[in-house]
């Protein structure tokens, strides 16, 4: 069984600062894609970042960019120059694997609090 | 072009009522799925579906049954229903291969 574990319940940072919410995994799938969403509190899940395993490079979107460590299974956010608008709840996900990346397993949350 | 969309967004329900929770994307993709969200804790994969008549269980779905008669629709059915399943719901829907998953705007279910 697949798992994702976000040990940080709650984090908080100050506007235009830098924050790294932390994700662990656990699957026996060699090639396996991560994700990052953002849930703000209207509860819409919006994808902030993808990663693909078989990619050694790490992903940037713009201001978040992750740090992925395979062989550690570790997938850290990056959140750069932090915006109030950031603050929301970050799920970390794995998918299951096969062709379909929709059967995700989700870690259980990190809530971040954008202070200005 | 309206994406995934879930009806009700809001629903109260008596132990022991039924009720199907709505779903239809327009993007003509063959997968889709159905997770919960409990509260203060990540999605759970409730059932799947892989094309028109083809479904499968999940994580979690015991409480629930699904059909896919069209690529389309996927409803939620909920039998007998109890305060456990007191949460929000997601029908998410993709391309295969398509990196990407867009999700409905959830359904609130509680459940008295």
């Known amino acids: 069984a697949q798992t994702v574990t976000q040990s940080q319940p709650e984090m908080s940072v100050q506007e235009a600062e830098t924050v790294t919410l932390s994700c662990t995994y656990d699957?026996?799938?060699?090639?396996?894609?991560l994700f990052w969403y953002k849930q703000p509190p209207s509860r819409q899940m919006i994808l902030v970042i993808r990663?693909?395993?078989?990619?050694?490079q790490n992903a940037t979107e713009n201001r978040f960019s992750v740090n992925f460590q395979k062989a550690a299974k570790s997938f850290s956010l990056k959140i750069s120059d932090s915006q109030l608008g950031d603050t929301a709840m970050y799920f970390c996900?794995?998918?299951?694997?096969?062709?379909?990346?929709?059967?995700?397993?989700f870690g259980q949350g990190t809530i971040l609090t954008v202070h200005p | 072009n309206a994406g995934v969309t879930q009806t009700p967004k809001f629903r109260i329900l008596k132990i022991g009522q039924s009720m199907t929770l709505q779903c239809t994307q327009d993007?003509?993709?063959?997968?889709m799925y159905w997770y919960r969200q409990d509260p203060g804790m990540g999605l759970k994969l409730i059932y799947y579906s892989v094309g028109a008549g083809i479904t499968d269980k999940g994580e979690v779905p015991n409480g629930y049954n699904v059909s896919r008669s069209t690529t389309e629709d996927f409803p939620l059915r909920l039998e007998l229903a109890a305060p456990s399943q007191t949460s929000v719901y997601f029908c998410?829907?993709?391309?295969?291969?398509?990196?990407?998953?867009?999700f409905g705007e959830g359904s609130w279910l509680t459940v008295v």
């Open positions: 998410a829907s993709e391309v295969p291969r398509g990196n990407t998953i867009y």
């Open positions: 996900a794995a998918n299951v694997g096969g062709t379909s990346y929709g059967k995700l397993t």
């Open positions: 990663q693909e395993a078989y990619k050694q």
């Open positions: 993007m003509n993709h063959n997968y």
């Open positions: 699957t026996s799938e060699n090639n396996y894609y």
